[in-house]
């Protein structure tokens, strides 16, 4: 997943095709195919707006390949950010396993006083926590 800085038509979809688009572009989407990575986008859902007023472009992806791609449930983009890019969140489907042995603390041989020395160092206000 990230900024691919690669404009092609397999995620740039109906959205005008570039000048921009290399032979850098064609190697990697080769290697992407042959190694069967799965796209998420949606193609032609714009991820980059530039300031500039150019084109707008689809070159953050999410890409994945084998058991994890199962686990993708799916994906948002969030164009209301301070970046020229959108934000991309993934949902995933992850199996989770409670312990079936308790967790056990010793409280006791806890060192309070370092404890005590981490949370004044780091100035955590624990003003509004009340205890009983």
């Given at each position: 997943?990230?900024?691919?800085?690669?404009?092609?038509?397999?995620?740039?979809?109906?959205?005008?095709?570039?000048?921009?688009?290399?032979?850098?572009?064609?190697?990697?989407?080769?290697?992407?195919?042959?190694?069967?990575?799965?796209?998420?986008?949606?193609?032609?859902?714009?991820?980059?707006?530039?300031?500039?007023?150019?084109?707008?472009?689809?070159?953050?992806?999410?890409?994945?390949r084998g058991?994890?791609?199962?686990?993708?449930?799916?994906?948002?983009?969030?164009r209301d950010?301070?970046?020229?890019?959108?934000?991309?969140?993934?949902?995933?489907?992850?199996?989770?396993?409670?312990?079936?042995?308790?967790?056990?603390?010793?409280?006791?041989?806890?060192?309070?006083?370092?404890?005590?020395?981490?949370?004044?160092?780091?100035?955590?206000?624990?003003?509004?926590?009340?205890?009983?």
């Open positions: 997943m990230g900024d691919l800085n690669a404009h092609y038509v397999w995620w740039q979809g109906p959205l005008p095709q570039t000048a921009r688009t290399l032979a850098a572009s064609h190697d990697l989407t080769e290697w992407l195919e042959s190694n069967n990575f799965q796209l998420h986008n949606v193609p032609g859902l714009p991820t980059h707006h530039p300031r500039n007023g150019s084109t707008l472009s689809t070159i953050d992806l999410c890409l994945t058991e994890i791609t199962t686990t993708i449930l799916s994906l948002a983009t969030d950010t301070t970046s020229d890019h959108s934000s991309i969140t993934i949902t995933l489907a992850l199996a989770y396993t409670p312990s079936s042995v308790p967790v056990r603390r010793n409280w006791e041989k806890a060192n309070w006083e370092t404890f005590r020395e981490h949370v004044r160092f780091t100035g955590i206000d624990l003003t509004n926590l009340q205890g009983k």
